[in-house]
């Protein structure tokens, strides 16, 4: 699995790049892989404010169902249109093509809460 240590993560497996006063967000490697093949993405609407931790969409595999999260507060200001057509991305590419929305952050010390990829590994259980 990879961890870029230019990003940083959440304990609920997103990743968040940061660009000046925006963030592109997706889910890990890690995450990708315990939800196997991804069929499906709901996206947020662009404009829509969500605070840190809501639920900004949801991720259905073959497996599950589950939400993604947004580590910081902010305002959707564009979405991957491309994963209404090619949810497999995230499988592929969690990290380029299988980005999920880009926000402008609101707080922008609310980053400094997030983890660095070497953090992060140390949460995920052991590979066997």
Known sequence: MKFPEDLLYSETHEWVREEGDRIT???TDYAQKELRDI??????EIGAEF????????????KTVTDVFTP???RVI????ELKDHPEYINTDPYGKGWIIQME????EELKE???????QGLLP???
């Open 126 to 128: 052991e590979e066997e």
């Open 105 to 108: 952050i609101r707080q922008k």
């Open 78 to 81: 564009k979405r991957n249109e």
């Open 51 to 62: 605070k840190k931790g809501d639920s900004i969409g949801v991720v259905e595999s073959v």
């Open 25 to 27: 967000l997706g889910i």
């Open 72 to 74: 910081v507060s902010g």
């Open 114 to 120: 997030l983890l660095t990829a070497q953090a992060y």
């Open 39 to 44: 069929v499906y993405v709901e996206l947020p």
